[in-house]
């Protein structure tokens, strides 16, 4: 009997050591989430004093620092206004016995190129205040025509000049990748006037905007 026992346990015992024991593989860590946060978007506005709307498309990135609770991003962005306008004039051509007045139909448009610094933070849940400023270049662009006792007149002039902005507002995060903000904008156009523009016409030198976009998270 004893020796029916230790064949068992020999027998088993070489079984055992014949095989191989099963290797514990370790879960793979998850991917750390990007710090910076790329996003791009856009808007539709009303200006106030010049009564025309103002359209604008913008890319950049939320960075991974936070300051008190404010996140910064940066962000590069374009603009698009026009404003068409009508205006009685004196004709300077007429004859000098008597005042001759015509009518100037002129139009002005404007694509103001920025780099902005915005700060954000949040207020309750998927819903946030920001602020920030910005500045750069807008390109202008002004055409006008009249038709002069002497026969028609047309000017057409364009220039490059300092643009600015400062903006304010809040942000809904819809989803993850999806957010509507709202707000609105002081902006400054530098030397806007044109020389030689009559009296009447409306040139733009600053004004507020209101507006309403989309940016999507990438």
Do not use: C
Request: proline share 6%.
């Amino acid at each position: 009997m004893k020796r029916s026992i230790i064949a068992f346990m020999f027998v088993a015992g070489t079984a055992m050591a014949g095989t191989t024991s099963k290797e514990v593989i370790a879960p793979s860590p998850a991917p750390e989430p990007s710090l910076w946060q790329w996003f791009a978007g856009g808007s539709v506005g009303y200006l106030f004093d010049t009564e025309e709307e103002m359209y604008h498309l913008h890319v950049g990135v939320d960075t991974p620092w936070n300051w008190g609770g404010w996140r910064p991003s940066i962000f590069l962005e374009a603009g698009y206004t026009e404003n068409e306008e009508s205006a009685v004039i004196i004709d300077p051509t007429g004859p000098p016995t008597a005042v001759f007045t015509t009518s100037l139909n002129s139009e002005f448009s404007m694509v103001p190129v920025t780099l902005n610094f915005k700060l954000e933070r949040e207020l309750v849940h998927h819903l946030s205040f920001y602020f920030g400023v910005g500045a750069g270049v807008a390109f202008t662009e002004f055409d006008a025509s009249a038709l002069y006792f002497s026969g028609p007149v047309a000017v057409s002039e364009d220039d490059e000049v300092f643009y600015a902005q400062v903006f304010a507002g809040l942000n809904y995060n819809v989803t993850d990748s999806f957010e509507i903000y709202g707000g609105a904008r002081w902006l400054y156009l530098d030397d806007s006037d044109i020389s030689g523009l009559p009296s009447g016409v409306a040139g733009f030198d600053d004004d507020f905007l209101g507006e309403l976009g989309v940016r999507f998270n990438f």
